[in-house]
Structures are given as C-alpha cells and as structure tokens.
C-alpha cells in the first residue's frame, strides 16, 4: 500500500499534513461488508461525490483508491495549479531582477501552493469520509468477476460499481525522451529549484497557464505548439487574444513546430525542433510535457467483467453513464471527452440517481462549460461559431466587447469580447465565449441562462448591480432586443405614437 513514488516530495510540513490526510502511512484497511450497494473505483471528484452521496443515503459503499484521496484535482491539477497561477501573478518579477529575487519568488509560491493543498486536503481525506460511513480502502483495485472486486488479498462483493479512475499525463513518442527526467503536472507541483529555463511542449490550456504564471516569475519560457494556434477547441479570436497575452508576458511561442527529439544532458536539455525556416534547438534546464491526457483503464480487469474500453479515448458509457455492463457505470475523465472537476461532479450526481434508483437521468455533454486562466480568461460553453457552422445550424451571432463596460475601463481591463451564438431568429441561446477579466464567472451565468432556457431578452430585463462585468450580459440582451426592431416595427411604432398623440 505505498503511493507513486514522488508525489508528496519534498518532506515539509505541508506535505505531511497533506499527506496524512490522503495517503495516510500504516493505515489498515476496513474489514469488508458482506456485499456492498455500491463500490467506487477511484477517489478523485467523481468518486469522492459518488461514495459521500450514497452514503448519504443510506447505501453501504466502498471507495477504493490506488495514489491519494482527491485525485488529480486536489493533488497535481486544479488546486495547486489555480494556487500556482494566483501566486504567480501576485509575486510577478521583472526580467532583469536578481537571480536570488527570483529564486524567493519562486519558493514563496512553492509554499504557498503546498499550504493552500495542505489546507484544502482534509475535506478530501481518508477520515472525512470514514466518519461518512465510507468503508475506504487504500490500494489497487481489479475486477474478479461480475459482482467482485479485489484489494490486496481482499475481496469486495458489490450489487453496482462505478469506475471514476481518472487519467494521466500522455507522454509523446519522441526519440531520446526520458520520462524521468521530464515533467508533467504530476511531478511539476513537486519542484524545489527554480526552472533556469523552461521549455513547455504543447499548447492547451494546462501549457498555456503554466507558461504565462512561470513567466511572471520573470523565468525564460518557451512554448512549442504542434498546431498553427494554441487553445485549439475555443474560439480562434478568443485564442489570439491570449496568445497575444502569453507574449506581453515574456512567453516564447513557436507555432507549427514538431520537437524531432530531445537530449538529456547533466544540468540541461536540448530539444531538436523541425520546421520552417530552419531546424533549430531549443536548450533549457526543465521540460513540461502537456500534450494530453490517457484515460486509466489498464489493471482494472475490465475484460473480467465485459466492460467496452479504448486505450486511447477510456470507457464506453451511454447517456445514463452505464457500461456495457449494465451493472458498472463509469464517470469523470475515465469516460468522458471533457476532462474537467466540474464535469465529473455532475457525471457522478446523474450516476448515484441511476445506478441507485435505477433512474433515467441523462448526462447532457452540450452543456458544459470550461475556462482557462491565463490573463486575460477564456471560457466557453456550447457551441462556437465555426462549430456551428461546420455542422450545418443556422445562427445570429450577438458580441460586445468589455470596452464597452465602464468597469473594465475603470480596472484598465478592457481586452476581450463576451461573443454569444444564438439560433437563427429565435430567442435560444447555442453556445458562447468569453475571453476577459472574470470570464469563467460570467461563463457561470451563462450556463444556469442554458440549463433553464433562458434567453438574451431576460438578460436585458434583468436589474445588475453598476459598475460590474456582468452588466456584458445586459449589454447582449440589449443588442438582441435591437435586432428585433425591424423597419416594420419600426413604423408601426412610429404609427401608434402618430395615433396616441
């Protein structure tokens, strides 16, 4: 029962503390129940939610985690990284400042990020849940056979189980790669030397946040996108304003550049990179791998129990979140094609109705929204313009840029443009973006207008506190309303007025 190797380094006081609440040392296993309601597979988001529910409501439930409780997201994904990001920005260092300026910078958001973790981990952790009613084993899970799960050498008898085992860092096959010496975001929270240099390969939003936060350190950054842009699944205008922030920020972008192989010497690495004009390297003492995510499927005994998987895409599920399996459902990054915390939440809320009261509730992919937090954000839910447009759906497209709002002009954030895409001449909202101070919050608003039905015209009717950013929503209700102000209304208009003098 021993963690991955690595992950709660350096030995601090924050790290034990945290670690004492996810992966406690010498802990014993429960004694298992004769047959449980419910077993859960994975104790990230989705299988922390999925336990604490059906406990909640009675069910005796098993919760089975192989690293430490919280999964990715407490550990090495969005608390440490938001926690690395604000810190970053707060602490931000011009590029001529002190070798020694910069390496305190860098150990006070190092620290800072390891007590906020540190803080956060109890609500997350192996007593917190026990005290739940959670029977919480710590160790690697595997199908028997239908109906049974081994941990260690005990077997755990289940009528429904749910597999919520995350993903991991895909690592590219490039030639001289070690992955021991690279980084992902399971080790690079771990770092306890300042980067000299550090050289990120690919452009999602996970490259994109840490290259822009390092950056503020006043550390060298060098971005390598595979692509022609970066932040590929948003919208092209949207993603250009970020890129153009990342280079305010000191980033080095190479777009369209393949790295052909990499050269780990003592105390640096040389990336070989292809490409127009010329083939060049790129040195630096650490290098980011962010090219993905592999859901994790292997080990799990999949095939014991019939359960549909792909290596590369993870577990097949339908709209209810059921497998193949009519007794397994699956939920969070293992299953799904947005890997998000706030998508997993909701995947193991429609999975406790359906695996437990054998309910219909559906999972609606269309309806989720993202964010990523460089500066300026970008956020998103539904469809974009080009989506839309390559699927045939006639739209009406409304914009307004943050210009336009006396509180950006007031806070001098004025970059970005809220772009709602709507159903052609209908009051339905399809999809929007948001690139811009505070735009995951305004992305927040947007999705319960979504999941309600509510359309621009309400959000023009609606009385929002001035000055604020969300007043952008009232300013698109408006230009909506404006639409609908025809020449033949118009001059009915003109003749009501004409006849009620």
């Known amino acids: 029962m021993t963690p991955v190797h690595g992950l709660f380094s350096p030995e601090n006081t924050a790290n034990l503390a945290w ?3 996810v992966f ?17 597979l994975g104790a990230g988001p989705a299988g922390l939610i999925c336990a604490a529910a059906a406990a909640g409501l009675g069910a005796k439930v098993a919760l089975i985690e192989k690293t ?3 999964g990715d997201c407490l550990n090495v994904g969005c608390v440490p990284s938001k926690t690395y990001i604000s810190a970053c920005k707060s602490l931000q260092v011009a590029m ?36 739940l009613g959670v029977d919480v084993f710590l160790g690697a899970g595997r199908f028997l056979q239908p109906g049974t799960i081994q941990v260690g050498d005990q077997k755990l008898n289940y009528r429904k189980a749910v597999i919520a085992t995350g993903t991991h ?23 306890t030397e300042r980067p000299k240099h550090l050289a990120i390969i690919g452009g999602g939003p996970i490259g994109c946040e840490i290259a822009q936060a390092t950056a503020h350190l006043g550390i060298p950054v060098t971005l390598i996108v595979r692509g022609e842009r970066i932040l590929p699944r948003d919208d092209p205008d949207a993603a250009r304003i970020v890129q153009d922030a990342l280079l305010r ?7 369209q550049k393949e790295v052909t192989s990499i050269q780990h010497l003592e105390n640096e690495s040389l990336l070989h990179i292809d490409g127009d004009p010329a083939p060049q390297i790129v040195p630096a003492s650490h290098v980011l791998v962010a090219t993905g995510r592999v859901p994790n499927v292997t080990g799990l005994g999949l095939e014991q129990v019939g359960v549909e998987y792909d290596a590369s895409t993870g577990i097949v599920v339908n709209e209810r979140l059921q497998t193949s399996n009519k007794h397994i459902f699956a939920a969070g990054d293992v299953c799904s094609p947005y890997r998000f915390t706030h998508t997993a939440d909701m995947m193991a809320r429609t999975v406790v109705r359906n695996a437990l009261f054998r309910g219909r509730a559906r999972f609606l992919r269309h309806q989720i929204p993202w964010c990523t937090y460089t ?9 974009t313009q080009e989506v839309a447009t390559s699927q045939q759906i006639k739209t009406d497209l409304y914009e307004v840029p943050f210009a336009a709002l006396d509180r950006a002009q007031t806070d001098g954030k004025t970059t970005g443009f809220i772009r709602i895409v709507a159903q052609a001449n209908k009051d339905r909202i399809l999809g929007a973006t948001i690139v811009g101070h505070g735009a995951g919050e305004i992305a927040g608003a947007i999705a319960i207008a979504m999941q309600a039905k509510i359309g621009l015209k309400q959000f023009a009717a609606t009385m929002l506190p001035y000055p604020t950013y969300m007043e952008v929503l009232r300013k698109v209700g408006d230009q909506f309303n404006r639409t609908r102000f025809t020449p033949l209304v118009a001059k009915l208009f003109r003749w009501w007025l004409r006849w009620n003098r």
């Not at 390891?114 to 109890?122: G, Q």
């Not at 860092?169 to 690279?182: D, H, Q, R, S, V």
């Not at 920020?249 to 777009?255: D, K, N, T």
């Not at 500066?375 to 469809?383: S, V, W, Y």
């Open 249 to 255: 920020s000191g980033v080095h972008i190479l777009l």
């Open 96 to 131: 001529d400042a002190s070798e020694q300026s910069k390496d305190h910078a860098f150990a006070s958001v190092m620290a800072r990020l390891r007590e906020t973790r540190s803080h956060l981990s109890h609500h997350d952790s192996v007593a917190r849940f026990t005290e």
């Open 375 to 383: 500066d300026p954000e970008l956020a998103q839910i539904g469809l």
């Open 169 to 191: 860092a895909a690592m590219p096959a490039i030639p001289g790669l070690i992955p021991e010496k690279t980084l992902t975001n399971f080790s690079f929270f771990s770092l």
């Open 19 to 21: 670690k004492a609440h």
């Open 68 to 70: 430490a409780m919280g």
């Open 24 to 40: 406690p040392e010498n802990y014993q296993n429960p004694t298992p129940t004769r047959r449980y309601n419910q077993v859960v």
